[in-house]
Structure formats: C-alpha cells, structure tokens
C-alpha cells in the first residue's frame, strides 16, 4: 500500500526557517516524481514544487522561488522541502503528493503537514 | 501559466440531483491532461478523474468528466450524501506550473 507522511510543521516567527519531510512506502520511490503542494486556511490548493525522479528537473512555484528548496533522498525514500525566510502567507497546510501510476495526475496524497507563521 | 477558473464558487443542491461543475482553462490545456480532485474537510484531495475523462480507481461511475481545450466539466449523476465537498481541477500538463482551480463548494440544499 502506497503511504506518504509527512512532518516537519510547526509554529515558526517570521524570518525563520523549517525543514518539512515526506516518508513514502509502499513503492520504488525513486521510480516517482515528486510534488509538494500547499492550502492556506480556508483556501484552494497551490502547487508549490516538483522533482524528477533522479533530482535532475525541479521546479518551483514562482510565489516561492528563491526561498523554498526541494530535495529527495532515494535511499531513504524521502521526500524534503526546506523553507526559508518564512513569511506569514506561507501559513498553510503542505502536502506532498505521487503520481497515480496509471497517469501523471496524482493519485497519492499524503495527510499534510501544517506549517504556522506568526510573531 | 495556464490560469483555471472554476464555476460556480457554490452550488446548493439535494441528494439525488445532478451536479454539474465547470473548469475554464485560460489557454489549451495539453493533451486534456485536466484532473477533477475531491475534498472534504481535514482531509488530504481525491483523485476522482485523470485525463478529463477517465475516472481514477474506485471512484464510483456516477462520476463523469468531459470536455477538451480550454473547456471542462465534472458531473455527478445522482447526489450522495458523501458527495457534498469542495472540488478542485488542475492541470498537470507537460511541465510547471500545474495549476488549480480556486475551487467549487458542492453544500446540500
């Protein structure tokens, strides 16, 4: 059974910084691209950050594009995004999310993982 | 970046009606690679449908999608109880940004 699960939130200051992971099982990890997605309270989805297989592509959101990295460690099969200079609109539920297999939509969510930014 | 625009931003309706929800896309979206995804309160989104039409694994046929280009929608035949959540589309084309819609409430009359 897939499973991706997250962790990592928390309540961080402004300015500050924090490391969200994503612990997958259930399948050949390095086989996947790999996305993270984010939801700020009572808002809509955002895609925040993708990353190939073998961390040759990454991309970002333009919203968070110098502040947040992406990364993956296949041996541990482990999904990372670090977030830097964190701002209070970054506040949000951060999800990491797989392809479905069958699609490149994605099929498999994790629960998330809530990040808090407030002085 | 492709922008989506999802209408309407609340539909109220009773169980056993149709639901009809539509995705507008800004610009074509590549090779129909336009997802609906389902939501419900405190819990991660669904994949209900894939490639604008193909319903996901375990997602019961009362589900439909159609449409092409810029031009979606998402129908649910015959309300369930459990059907009343928030709906999303995306686009997952060939590369980022592989954007959302803002979302439509599905709530019971």
């Known amino acids: 059974e897939v499973q991706l699960v997250e962790s990592g939130g928390g309540l961080v200051k402004p300015g500050g910084s924090l490391r969200l992971s994503c612990a997958a099982s259930?399948?050949?990890?390095?086989?996947?691209?790999m996305n993270w997605v984010r939801q700020a309270p009572g808002k809509g989805l955002e895609w925040v950050s993708s990353?190939?297989?073998?961390?040759?592509?990454?991309y970002y959101a333009d919203s968070v594009k110098g502040r947040l990295t992406i990364s993956r460690d296949n041996a541990k099969n482990s999904l990372y995004l670090q977030i830097n200079s964190l701002r209070v609109e970054d506040t949000a539920v951060y999800y990491c999310?797989?392809?479905?297999?069958?699609?490149?939509?994605?099929?498999?969510w994790g629960q998330g993982t809530l990040v808090t930014v407030s002085s | 970046e492709i922008v989506l625009t999802q209408s309407p931003g609340t539909l109220s309706l009773s169980p056993g009606e149709r639901a009809t929800l539509s995705c507008r896309a800004s610009?074509?979206?590549?090779?129909?690679?336009l997802a609906w995804y389902q939501q419900k309160p405190g819990q991660a989104p669904r994949l209900l449908i894939y490639?604008?039409?193909s319903r996901a694994t375990g997602i019961p046929d009362r589900f439909s999608g159609s449409g092409s280009g810029t031009d979606f929608t998402l129908s649910i035949s015959r309300l369930e109880p459990e059907d009343f959540a928030v709906y999303y589309c995306?686009?997952?084309?060939?590369?980022?940004?592989?954007?959302f819609g803002q979302g439509t409430k599905l709530e019971i009359k």
């Open positions: 999310a797989r392809e479905s297999g069958y699609s490149s939509s994605w099929g498999y």
């Open positions: 259930g399948f050949t990890f390095s086989s996947y691209t």
């Open positions: 990353i190939s297989s073998g961390s040759s592509y990454i």
């Open positions: 610009q074509s979206v590549s090779n129909n690679y």
């Open positions: 490639g604008a039409s």
């Open positions: 995306q686009q997952y084309g060939s590369s980022p940004p592989y954007t």
